[in-house]
């Protein structure tokens, strides 16, 4: 089972930036997928970014061209860099990570844009 533990969540005004952390427990070299979805108040989780085992990386529309995820294999992390903060990014955020043995996720970050 893989341990996820997220940080760098917190409240940022409009047009700001956030790197969120994602640590996993194991090395993630051997981890098909990892990635980020959100959760607003009301809404349903929603994929933002993920990166693959080969390196390719998928995006919502909602965050394209303003976030990069990365994975860093040697520390066992990925990160989320999000720019040109919104208030609708306003959300809970999740990291996951897929395995052959199914997906698990992170206890998740709060991320609050301010207007």
């Known amino acids: 089972q893989v341990q996820l533990v997220e940080s760098g969540g917190g409240l940022v005004q409009a047009g700001g930036s956030l790197r969120l952390s994602c640590a996993a427990s194991?090395?993630?070299?051997?981890?098909?997928?990892m990635g980020w979805y959100r959760q607003a108040p009301g809404k349903q989780r929603e994929l933002v970014a993920a990166?693959?085992?080969?390196?390719?990386?998928t995006y919502a529309d909602s965050v394209k061209g303003r976030s990069t995820i990365s994975r860093d294999n040697a520390k066992n992390t990925v990160y989320l860099e999000m720019n040109s903060l919104k208030p609708e990014d306003t959300a809970v955020y999740y990291c996951?990570?897929?395995?052959?043995?199914?997906?698990?996720w992170g206890q998740g970050t709060q991320v609050t844009v301010s207007s």
């Open positions: 194991e090395i993630i070299f051997r981890i098909s997928t």
């Open positions: 990166v693959h085992s080969g390196g390719t990386t």
């Open positions: 996951y990570a897929e395995k052959l043995t199914g997906t698990y």
